[in-house]
């Protein structure tokens, strides 16, 4: 019998064969790779560890069960530093090297934005909790679809209920980002329909402090100020209208007024700020189960939309009969908003999907429409008390 050894000719010729196949016959045995891509850093570093955690936390109770398709699910993990820049290198990794058929959790409008045509090249499935209405109006070709309330939808859910309480005189304040013109232009037609005198400044972000801007604010002796930004200014401009004697009401996104924030400032400088956020299904059966798997009480909306990404993933694919990212794209709606039995997770869900099921998530109903955009939601307000949100009805 003889031995065949390979020559360096042949070794190369093998390897080049194998590269040239493509990544899904080459995997077609091996695990199923998904991605998350959350922000561990920078202006969403306060969610993005839980976000990644509680899909973790999904994953690994199917695998337990059998994995999808009989395989076991491989979770790869990167972090967005919330900076576009980082989260196009991350995602070429994810998609180029590691071959993921799913991108799941991003947060920022800025980085969906940026990893998107990636996705879509790639046929690559996105799914983010990102509001800006920009990102569903790329020709992503179906491979985006997010959980979260778009920002037209949110903005004027909460402009309609904050002019509802009686202000006399509102001031918008935010840095310069692709929604701001659109989320003054809404927050002065719904204000000025109510009554009030409207006013609104545009300044730049990231700076030591907003003393100038708060004088600027001043003047226009608003009982009510709207914030337009992130974390880190939400912070400064706290500190600065408190230091100026400033005693009206202060609204705000809860990502921008989020635990760090309220952290890092003394409970009088924080006391009376009104967070707003898109409200996850409490009380569901998707919800309890996400916040079991962060050991939590209540988990935050962002985590509960992660929940639902990797379910309805990992669901889709089951449907479909094949993990990529085009068999999730093709059968997304059809196990979350069929006529088949409602489930609340994959791990339920799975053994049912040759009947139909009809995933119902811990952030609500998991309706899209053609475009990816969640159909429905409710609003979540809070006051800030002695440093903890309380939940309030306005």
């Known amino acids: ?108 409008s800025s980085v969906t934005t940026a990893v998107a045509p990636l996705a879509w090249e790639g046929k690559t499935m996105l799914l983010c909790t990102s509001g800006s209405d920009s990102i569903t109006q790329l020709p992503h070709q179906g491979y985006v679809v997010r959980t979260q309330p778009g920002s037209i939808l949110q903005t004027t859910t909460s402009a309609t209920d904050l002019s509802k309480t009686g202000p006399k005189s509102v001031f918008w304040m935010g840095p310069q980002s692709p929604f701001a013109e659109t989320s003054i232009k809404i927050n002065k037609e ?107 009480e209540a988990a935050d909306p962002y985590s509960a939309q992660c929940y639902d990404h990797v379910n309805l993933v990992l669901l889709a694919m089951a449907k479909a009969g094949v993990a990529t990212g085009e068999g999730v794209r093709d059968h997304l709606r059809d196990i979350s908003q069929g006529d088949g039995t409602k489930v609340s997770s994959a791990l339920e869900g799975l053994p049912l999907i040759a009947g139909g099921v009809n995933y119902e998530g811990a952030s609500g109903s998991c309706t899209f429409n053609e475009k990816g955009d969640i159909q429905e939601m409710t609003m979540l307000y809070a006051e800030i008390k002695d440093k903890k949100p309380v939940s309030i009805d306005l």
Request: proline share 4%; charged share 20%; no cysteine.
């Open 190 to 296: 719904i204000f000025e329909k109510g009554g009030a005198k409207f006013s609104s400044l545009i300044y730049e972000a990231d700076k030591s402090t907003y003393r100038s801007e708060v004088d600027t604010a001043l003047r226009e002796k608003p009982d009510l100020i709207v914030f337009g930004g992130y974390a880190t200014d939400s912070t400064i401009l706290l500190r600065d209208l408190w230091q100026a004697g400033y005693e009206g009401r202060i609204s705000a996104q809860a990502y921008a007024v989020n635990a760090g924030v309220i952290d890092s400032l003394p409970a009088e400088v924080t006391n009376g700020v009104i967070t707003t956020a898109p409200a996850p299904a409490r009380g569901s059966a998707a919800y309890a189960n996400a916040s079991k798997i962060l050991g939590v």
């Open 1 to 108: 019998m003889t031995k065949f050894i390979p020559n360096r000719r042949a070794v190369l010729a093998g390897m080049a064969a194998t590269l040239a196949t493509p990544a899904l016959l080459r995997a077609a045995d091996g695990p199923v790779k998904l991605a998350t891509l959350t922000p561990m850093t920078g202006a969403g570093g306060s969610y993005g560890a839980s976000m990644r955690d509680v899909m973790l936390g999904v994953v690994k109770e199917v695998n337990a069960a059998g994995g999808v398709l009989g395989r076991e699910i491989e979770v790869v993990s990167d972090d967005t530093q919330t900076s576009p820049e980082a989260a196009v290198r991350a995602a070429r990794k994810l998609i180029d090297v590691d071959g993921v058929a799913a991108i799941m959790g991003t947060w920022a």
